[in-house]
């Protein structure tokens, strides 16, 4: 279990997060910001994680708690719990720390870990990105990852079901 144990030291907590964020800077790396659901690992999910985590030194992800989950996709949701969410995407090797939140929206902990690059996917515009205008009040940027066609949550659910 001493590897589980490893896995899970990348899950971060509010009062962590400050403290490990000042190491990542004190070293001079680059934060790098994304969230999500990722209820259902896939091919568009990792691709996606690979070109954010490319984009600078260290990549946190925000995750959805499944309140959070639930509020955003419905009742039916999310398949996969935070915990078992978590440790899937600390068990990447690319991937440096992940912060569980129950908000909507990751605005309060963006406020928080104040990234020097956040990322969402290309279905968003710039403008609609929670927490855009902190990162560019601070100077940081705000960067569109094109999504891989053909995989979403939502069509592989609906495969799973037919």
């Known amino acids: 279990m001493e590897k589980l144990e490893r896995i899970k030291t990348k899950i971060l907590s509010r009062e962590q997060i400050k403290n490990q964020c000042n190491i990542w800077r004190f070293n001079e790396k680059k934060i790098v910001f994304t969230n999500g659901c990722f209820d259902i690992l896939h091919l568009g999910h990792i691709e996606y994680l690979i070109q954010a985590a490319d984009l600078g030194g260290i990549l946190l992800i925000g995750l959805n708690s499944d309140v959070s989950v639930k509020a955003i996709k419905g009742s039916d949701r999310p398949f ?38 956040l990322v969402k996917g290309a279905d968003y515009s710039v403008d609609q990105i929670a927490g855009h205008d902190i990162v560019q009040a601070h100077g940081g940027e705000v960067v569109t990852i094109p999504l891989t066609e053909g995989y979403s949550t939502t069509d592989l659910i609906a495969r799973i079901k037919r």
């Open 80 to 117: 996969n719990s935070e915990e078992s969410r978590a440790i899937i995407l600390a068990s990447l090797s690319f991937v440096d720390g992940l912060i569980i939140f129950d908000e909507e929206t990751p605005y309060e902990l963006i406020k928080l870990v104040k990234p020097d690059i």
